[in-house]
């Protein structure tokens, strides 16, 4: 399973590292320690808290340079993969936001998507592209 620092967690959350902190500190996310001692947040348990968060009320956005044509970018952590025998459908939390796309179950298998993993979508016309991160 992924885990993410406290910083990586703040940005998917679209909020300061300081304020993932006190949250961390106050119980309201799980976190425990890696190897090296830093405090980390298991990618399942942090996808939990963000759609907790996002349903509770709005959120902040922190800016990220991009380097790519589709403008609209929206980082996150997969909250929710249904497989077909074809088709896929992935829920992405990116802060307040909850975005969901159709895609081929060979794109979602190719780039590892699974619950509480950190993934962009980005967003062109009437399509929403998934690059894992």
Do not use: C
């Not at 967690?9 to 993932?20: E, F, I, N, Q, Y």
């Not at 081929?104 to 399509?127: D, N």
């Amino acid at each position: 399973m992924q885990s993410y620092t406290i910083g990586q967690a703040a940005r998917l959350l679209g909020v300061s590292p300081d304020t993932a902190r006190r949250w961390a500190d106050a119980g309201r996310v799980v976190t425990r320690r890696d190897d090296a001692g830093r405090r980390v947040i298991d990618g399942r348990d942090l996808a939990a808290f963000s759609v907790e968060l996002a349903q509770n009320g709005p959120g902040t956005t922190e800016d990220e340079d991009t380097y790519t044509s589709a403008r609209n970018a929206f980082p996150g952590i997969v909250t929710a993969v249904k497989l077909g025998d074809v088709a896929a459908q992935v829920e992405i939390q990116a802060g307040p936001h909850r975005l969901v796309s159709l895609l081929t179950r060979e794109a979602v298998e190719e780039l590892g998507l699974e619950v509480g993993v950190e993934a962009t979508a980005r967003v062109k016309s009437t399509s929403v592209h998934i690059d894992r991160v």
